[in-house]
Nanobody, 126 residues
Framework: EVQLVESGGGLVQAGGSLTLSCAAS????????IAWFRQAPGKEREAVSC????????YYADSEKGRFTISSDNTKNTVWLQMSGLKPEDTATYYC???????????????????WGQGTQVTVSS
């Protein structure tokens, strides 16, 4: 019923820009938080950003502050992560996720998220 699909990943040079999208079905962005996580090979999955329109929450990890912007369009049921000033350390598979119940807000605790997309690969060279 609930499905999250990421897209927009690719190969980009250091300092470049990329925009990821998360298309949601089976849930409404009017109610549910959407978070972005990333995972590099051999490393733990880490929180990147999150948005919840009902309480105006927007979250960015310290490493992304000033470089990433999260936004949503409820008419399209889509969340975007606009990334600029990309660094090689940003290389990872990026996932979007949502909790099972709308009462849950933005959190960096992975176990709080019930729904996950398949991921989209971001590779930053040099």
């Amino acid at each position: 019923e609930v499905q999250l699909v990421e897209s927009g990943g690719g190969l980009v040079q250091a300092g470049g820009s990329l925009t990821l999208s998360c298309a949601a079905s089976g849930l409404s962005l009017e109610d549910y938080a959407i978070a972005w996580f990333r995972q590099a090979p051999g490393k733990e999955r880490e929180a990147v950003s999150c948005i919840k329109r009902t309480d105006g929450s927007r979250y960015y990890a310290d490493s992304e502050k000033g470089r990433f912007t999260i936004s949503s369009d409820n008419t399209k049921n889509t969340v975007w992560l606009q990334m600029s000033g990309l660094k090689p350390e940003d290389t990872a598979t990026y996932y979007c996720a949502s909790p099972e119940h709308p009462v849950w807000g933005c959190t960096d605790l992975i176990h709080e998220y019930a729904y996950w997309g398949q991921g989209t690969q971001v590779t930053v060279s040099s």
